[in-house]
């Protein structure tokens, strides 16, 4: 479904990401975990194209995208759930929903994802007419993740979904995302919580300093003697 091959990234002359490939097959969640600063989020920014990297190739369905613009990457089916959700806060639930469902290919079947998406957040739908700045963080991402899958997507890319929730509505978070997962719907994972990543995905890489260090199933790097060390402290 996706690649990223050799790809160099930064801001100027710093350089983040240093010759990063890594694949995201069609059907399965890959996790991306690594600690602060090793290059997350200048992955996602990449891969949605809001920032040129100066070297290697995306692709994306078996083209190659890395001249595309922003605009044309949800066209092609890939959204993000960013970091820190960025709901549009003043607008209510229902207005942030139909937002997400703005694509040309989304807004033909708005209502049956629409009501598809009530039935798997039921707590959005009794508060739909309430502004998303009301709303517990936990309920935020739920709406982000929602606003996410009214663009019809065929890559969903959750950006710490875990940042800034309590354990128990990290639970409550992760285990929707366990549904979506189980409907076919491929995802790409990136997140602090190494053990919980570990635990949902097909296949984890691990980043640190802007290259893939470590990669295997989630079994294999739970074993790795220096993934529990610097991450799982044990």
Same mark, same amino acid.
């Given at each position: 479904m996706f690649k990223m091959e050799n790809v160099t990234a930064g801001y100027g002359e710093v350089?983040?990401?240093?010759?990063?490939?890594?694949?995201?097959p069609d059907g399965q969640i890959i996790a991306l975990v690594g600690s602060n600063g090793a290059g &997350?989020?200048? !992955?996602?920014?990449?891969? *949605?194209k809001s920032l040129k990297p100066s070297g290697g190739k995306l692709i994306f369905d078996g083209q190659d995208y890395t001249a595309k613009q922003a605009h044309e990457v949800v066209e092609m089916g890939i959204v993000q759930v960013p970091e820190g959700r960025r709901l549009f806060s003043d607008m209510t639930i229902y207005e942030n929903l139909l937002v997400g469902s703005t694509c040309r290919h989304a807004k033909a079947e708005r209502e049956k994802t629409l009501k598809a998406i009530f039935e798997t957040f039921p707590r959005l739908e009794e508060r739909k007419e309430q502004k998303a700045k009301t709303l517990s963080g936990g309920e935020q991402q739920m709406l982000a993740i929602g606003r996410?899958?009214?663009?019809?997507? &065929?890559?969903? !890319?959750?950006?710490?979904? *875990?940042?800034g929730l309590s354990p128990l509505m990290v639970q409550q978070v992760f285990s929707v995302v366990r549904k979506i997962k189980e409907s076919g719907m491929t995802i790409l994972l990136?997140?602090?919580?190494?053990?919980?990543?570990?635990?949902?995905?097909?296949?984890?890489?691990?980043l640190e300093n802007g290259r893939i260090v470590l990669q295997g199933t989630g079994e294999e790097l739970m074993d790795n003697e220096h993934l529990r060390k610097a991450y799982l402290g044990i």
């Open positions: 350089k983040v990401l240093k010759d990063v490939t890594f694949e995201v &997350k989020t200048t !992955i996602t920014r990449v891969i *949605s996410a899958l009214m663009a019809k997507p &065929k890559m969903l !890319i959750l950006d710490e979904p *875990s940042l990136i997140e602090q919580n190494v053990k919980l990543s570990l635990s949902l995905c097909n296949y984890a890489y691990v």
